[in-house]
């Protein structure tokens, strides 16, 4: 660590005597962004080493902090404004987490050279966009347990003692106050920001990427399609309702809590207001077409991002607790349950006329269905053209599966409800809760006060506002929940919060978050216009 110390030393002292080639802030961010590549390397190369003390990686990840604090005030950077990288000792031995840290080096040198070059802004491009997220992903790699295998062993495991639990006849009365789902979403949460399970790990992706896929497809498989589009007016109704209360209660927000913003921010603070708007309306993809459209900086971007899971994650916990309760809350406002509790009927009754011992070629006739179609879907979404900013990926993924999976329940392969589809695409969708929750960091919600101020009471005015149009039409508590889930959150979260209600409703999600991501450009620039004028 002497020797790292030397080193760093050395290259800021160098900085003064440069100031001929260029600007002397400019020069100065450069030295130091070498010095935080030289710590970063010295801190993967630690990491690497099983025998070195776990407080050589903790001793250069402080001296990069503090090298990129020193880049980011040469910048101009407001501190209140300024990234971190994440300081921590080793736990366990990440096969990934060295080559991280080392490409989050080699950004800083490259953005270094772009400040060398007077390339400022490609510079803090780079830093934002490459160097500092993998900085930080390199140190949420890192946990007791890290192999991708062993993770979603751990994932396996715990939901597997959860719904364990949930048999004991002390414990599920328990689980009748706090809903089971809910457990399964924050008990990750708890273990991956204890350093147990990483927060960042490869095996998280897979789950999104295929899983959650696959599980549309076994849930929609078996669905009586024409019984949920008669579902009624009040689940449009509710769905539109959200969409205009995120249109209308940003600008909103912004203008009562304007003074919690730091002024350094000036119109980056719409802006990202602007791509928050587009997540709340869709999901991912909208966030970014939105950020794109305004001009938002990488870091606000990163900023929003936080906003986005500190209020948006706490919302979906209420949701989740709502399922619990959905007929208590459905009494008090005397709503009409009878298009949903038909949409139920049905379902039990095909499962009870097609139902059939589990046999093995069934399961592997489901798996090779859910994954073929997801590898196909995956495959098609590569060579798909981009429909505006928002259809392209993985948005395609979704809708492919979605649309092969209406196409095959009116075929015989409904009858697969019976060797239980619904129920084994539920596990797909459990491990994606658990997922999900493991990659949350709510550690990080307290660099952002005021943004986070803005972005409750936002959510506020849509709560507030979807729960009067609620009582004035007496909708059922489930069309509240998918029809906001839908918009903040997409087809990620908006199944998953269905079938917490009922396996049988996962699709009226995914319908609803197609809608979402079809309106969330549009509805997102109109927000943005909004915000603009406000601010």
Avoid at 204 to 225: E, N, R
Wanted: hydrophobic share 55%.
């Amino acid at each position: 660590m002497n020797f790292l110390r030397t080193v760093i030393a050395v290259l800021l002292l160098l900085a003064p005597g440069l100031s001929a080639q260029g600007k002397q802030g400019d020069l100065s961010a450069a030295a130091a962004l070498e010095a935080a590549a030289v710590a970063l390397e010295a801190a993967a190369n630690s990491y690497a080493d099983a025998e070195a003390p776990p407080g050589d990686v903790r001793d250069a990840m402080e001296e990069a902090e503090r090298a990129f604090q020193r880049a980011q005030a040469a910048l101009g950077q407001d501190e209140a404004l300024r990234s971190h990288i994440p300081v921590f000792a080793r736990k366990g031995s990440s096969p990934l987490a060295p080559g991280t840290l080392k490409t989050a080096a080699a950004g800083f040198r490259d953005a270094a050279k772009l400040l060398r070059e007077g390339e400022s802004e490609a510079a803090k491009t780079t830093i934002y966009d490459k160097a500092a997220p993998a900085a930080e992903k390199g140190a949420n790699q890192d946990g007791y347990i890290t192999d991708t295998y062993s993770v979603f062993a751990f994932l396996l495991a715990l939901l597997a003692i959860l719904f364990a639990m949930n048999r004991h006849p002390t414990i599920a009365k328990l689980f009748k106050v706090i809903p089971l789902l809910v457990f399964c979403y924050f008990l990750p949460t708890v273990f991956s920001n204890l350093g147990i399970i990483p927060i960042a790990s490869p095996c998280y992706d897979v789950i999104k990427k295929q899983l959650l896929p696959a599980s549309l497809v076994l849930l929609v498989l078996s669905v009586d399609i024409p019984a949920i589009l008669r579902l009624g007016k009040n689940a449009l109704v509710l769905f539109l309702t959200a969409t205009v209360t995120i249109v209308i209660g940003g600008p909103l927000a912004l203008l009562i809590c304007k003074g919690l913003i730091p002024d350094a921010m000036g119109d980056e603070a719409w802006k990202g207001l602007a791509a928050l708007s587009g997540s709340w309306i869709g999901g991912g993809a909208n966030f970014v077409a939105i950020g794109e459209s305004v001009g938002a900086s990488a870091n606000t971007m990163s900023m929003m991002i936080v906003v986005d899971v500190a209020i948006a994650e706490l919302w979906m916990v209420a949701l989740l607790m709502f399922a619990g309760r959905e007929k208590a809350m459905d009494k008090k406002i005397g709503a009409d349950r009878s298009s949903i509790d038909d949409v139920r009927h049905k379902i039990e009754a095909f499962e009870q006329e097609v139902s059939k011992p589990t046999t093995l070629p069934d399961l592997l006739l489901m798996l090779a269905i859910a994954f073929g179609v997801t590898v196909i879907a995956t495959a098609l979404s590569k060579v798909l053209p981009e429909i505006g900013d928002v259809v392209k990926g993985f948005t395609w993924v979704v809708l492919i599966v979605t649309s092969v999976a209406v196409v095959l329940s009116f075929t015989k392969l409904r009858n697969l409800e019976g060797a239980g589809a619904s129920k084994l695409g539920s596990v797909f969708l459990y491990l994606l809760v658990a997922s999900i929750g493991a990659h949350a960091q709510f550690s990080k919600v307290f660099d952002v006060p005021g943004l986070v101020a803005v972005g409750a009471l936002w959510m506020a005015f849509h709560i507030v506002i979807l729960f009067i149009v609620r009582r004035i039409t007496k909708a059922p508590i489930f069309f509240l929940a998918v029809g906001s889930k839908a918009n903040v959150g997409g087809a990620a979260s908006a199944p998953i919060l269905a079938s917490a209600f009922h396996p049988s409703l996962a699709p009226v999600g995914v319908l609803l978050a197609v809608g979402g991501y079809v309106l969330g450009t549009y509805a997102g620039l109109l927000c943005a216009a909004l915000l603009k004028f406000v601010s």
